[in-house]
C-alpha cells in the first residue's frame, strides 16, 4: 500500500485545517494509521492514531480536545482535522500505517510523503 497525504497549507493561529491520507494499492482497513509530525530541529513526534475499524482513537496531549482522527475504510482515506491551531502546531505532518495500533513511530511500516502545516501567529 502506498499513502499520499495532502491538505497542508498557511493557516493564522486559531484558524483550521483538515489533512488526508489516501492510499492506494491495496486496502486500509487492516492497518491501524497514525499521524505524525516533524518541525525543523526536531524529531518525529505522535500526534494521533486510530484503529482499523475507527473504534480507538488515541491522541498526543498536546493535541487533545483540537484535533480528531478519523477513518472512511470505504474510501481508503484518513484524515486529520485541526481547529485551533497554534504557531508550535508547526510541522511537516505524516500518515503512516502499521498493524499495531500504537503511538511509536517504529511500529509504523508504511509513511506517506508528508505535507506542511505552517501556522502563523
Known amino acids: 500500500v502506498q499513502l499520499q497525504a495532502s491538505g497542508g497549507g498557511l493557516v493564522q493561529a486559531g484558524g483550521s485545517l483538515r489533512l488526508s491520507c489516501a492510499a492506494s494499492?491495496?486496502?486500509?482497513?487492516?492497518?491501524?494509521m497514525g499521524w505524525f509530525r516533524q518541525a525543523p530541529g526536531k524529531e518525529r513526534e505522535f500526534v494521533a492514531a486510530i484503529s482499523g475499524s475507527g473504534g480507538s482513537t488515541f491522541y498526543a496531549d498536546s493535541v487533545k480536545g483540537r484535533f480528531t482522527i478519523s477513518r472512511d475504510n470505504a474510501k481508503n482515506t484518513v484524515y486529520l482535522q485541526m481547529n485551533t491551531l497554534k504557531p508550535e502546531d508547526t510541522a511537516v505532518y505524516y500518515c503512516?500505517?502499521?498493524?499495531?495500533?500504537?503511538?511509536?513511530?517504529?511500529?509504523?511500516?508504511?509513511w506517506g510523503q508528508g505535507t506542511q502545516v505552517t501556522v502563523s501567529s
Open positions: 503512516a500505517a502499521g498493524i499495531l495500533l500504537l503511538t511509536t513511530a517504529r511500529s509504523y511500516d508504511v
Open positions: 494499492g491495496g486496502t486500509l482497513i487492516r492497518y491501524a
